[in-house]
């Protein structure tokens, strides 16, 4: 959906996964805390978000509880922010 790629074999991924971000997110630890505020209290969504390597990863987790209307809430809610 965001043309980034895993970075980790499939055979290594389990329920938990750290995807990059579009680079269009920027890279630094303000810019990670800048964007987690904004999921947590604009969409509600919880996610680890952290700057490395000159961008931003989010860590997602999928459990039993998801349905997948859920992924596609948070899809479109890093879309609205793609800049």
């Given amino acids: 959906r965001f043309g980034t790629s895993l970075t980790t074999p499939k055979e290594m991924i389990g329920t938990m996964a750290t995807l990059p971000l579009p680079?269009?997110?920027?890279?630094?630890?303000?810019?990670?805390?800048?964007l987690r505020d904004q999921m947590l209290f604009e969409e509600k969504i919880e996610a680890q978000i952290h700057g490395w390597n000159g961008q931003l990863w989010m860590?997602?987790?999928?459990?039993?509880?998801?349905?997948m209307s859920d992924i596609e809430r948070f899809g479109d809610a890093i879309e609205k922010r793609m800049r």
């Fill in 23 to 34: 680079l269009s997110f920027g890279s630094t630890k303000a810019d990670a805390f800048a």
């Fill in 59 to 67: 860590r997602i987790s999928g459990q039993v509880y998801l349905e």
